[in-house]
């Protein structure tokens, strides 16, 4: 059965940090992986896909890392800003399975 | 309208209640899915469906039910709900089912059952 690991639970930061979060998984038979943002209350905002072929992805300020051999992606912010807090949460694609297999993701707290 | 939208955004009903939750896919999408997300859980699947037949039923309780007239809508029918059934109710779409594909989120509806 694929779990989905995601530390820190939460995370508090001043603005201007680059900060790394993670997410780890226990099959690494997977398709892709997928970081998503969550506001309080909200949906689900996808920020990057990764493919099991590829070894990262980025988009602003954001680059995601995945390591397949050992389980493990990890989500970089560069210079975080207030408006980065959110909640954010991995989900796994893994072979075999029919759909996506969330972590319990981090909380993400940037103070000005 | 884009991307996923799904109403009441808040829902407040007592146990004996029947009410339904819509979702809608202006994305051209083939398959839709229904989420429960409670505090300090991960994300649940609830049901599955792929060009408006429903694929997957994650073993939920028939006190909820799932329709989908067409690829575009999707219905979640609540009846007799109990307390711990309150959440966060997320819908999807997708291109076609399954992990292959990238799924898109709607705003969920925020359910409390009293």
């Known amino acids: 059965k694929q779990e989905v690991t995601q530390i820190p639970a939460a995370l508090s930061v001043p603005e201007g940090e680059n900060l790394v979060l993670n997410c780890s998984f226990t099959d690494s038979a997977i398709y892709n992986l997928q970081w998503f943002r969550q506001d309080p209350g909200k949906g689900l905002t996808s920020l990057l896909l990764?493919?099991?072929?590829?070894r990262e992805q980025t988009s602003g300020r954001l680059n995601a890392s995945l390591d397949k051999s050992s389980g493990r992606s990890t989500l970089y912010i560069a210079a975080s800003q207030p408006g980065d807090s959110a909640t954010y949460l991995c989900a796994v694609g893994t072979s075999g399975y029919s759909t996506l297999t969330f972590g319990k993701g981090t909380m993400l707290l940037v103070s000005p | 309208e884009t991307g996923v939208t799904q109403t009441p955004r808040h829902l407040v009903m007592g146990m004996t209640n029947k009410k339904s939750l819509k979702c809608e896919q202006h994305?051209?999408?083939?398959?839709m899915y229904w989420y429960k997300q409670s505090a300090k859980k991960p994300l649940e699947l609830m049901f599955v469906y792929n060009f408006k037949e429903q694929t997957e039923n994650n073993s939920v309780p028939s006190r909820f039910s799932p329709e989908c007239p067409n690829s575009s809508h999707l219905f979640l029918h609540l009846h007799t709900l109990q307390p711990e059934d309150s959440a966060l109710y997320l819908c999807a779409s997708s291109q076609g089912r399954g992990i292959y594909n990238e799924q898109f989120f709607g705003p969920g509806t925020r359910l409390t059952v009293l």
């Open positions: 990764i493919q099991s072929s590829q």
């Open positions: 994305l051209g999408h083939n398959a």
